[in-house]
């Protein structure tokens, strides 16, 4: 993780950064059921820059570290979730 990164972490989809940023990790626990996590660079309609499938089970954790190939949002960052407990999303 990078020095300058900050954090925002979403029990529901919502809006992780108000200005442009890059994404350089997603931390997220599942919930029983299969779901997903999808990243959006505009907003709840914005662009599509990722769709993570998440595994069902329970309090599975998992970090999936965007450090080497930060995923960049020009406008904002928004995150949808779906079947996910908790979704934190880093970024500088």
Do not use: Q, W
């Not at 020095?3 to 994404?23: M, Q, Y």
């Amino acid at each position: 993780m990078h020095s300058d990164s900050k954090t925002t972490t979403l029990t529901a989809s919502g809006e992780v950064f108000s200005g442009p940023s890059r994404i350089v990790g997603v931390y997220y626990v599942a919930s029983a059921a299969a779901g997903s996590i999808v990243l959006k660079d505009g907003g709840a309609s914005g662009t599509t820059i990722a769709d993570i499938a998440t595994p069902g089970g329970a309090s599975n954790c998992t970090y999936i570290d965007l450090s080497n190939a930060p995923l960049r949002c020009t406008t904002s960052t928004y995150a949808t979730i779906s079947n996910v407990t908790s979704c934190m999303v880093v970024y500088n």
